[in-house]
């Protein structure tokens, strides 16, 4: 379960990244990130389901894009 876990963290961060940066610096950190926010996504899907794990991704989206915002 915990390697299922981790692997679609991986593969639903690597489907947001761009096909020319697969292989780029940057998809390690976009690979860290998804250890922080996907596992989590992934623990509330098996715990609420579907639903819910979206709610938690658009939370987490609204909320960097208002900090982005406020920021610019």
Known sequence: MVAALLIAALVHA????PAEMVFSPAALSLGLSALLFGVPMGLIFIRFGFEYAVGY??????????VAYAAA
């Open 14 to 17: 690597l489907v947001h990244l």
């Open 57 to 66: 991704h658009f939370f987490v989206d609204f909320v960097r894009f208002i």
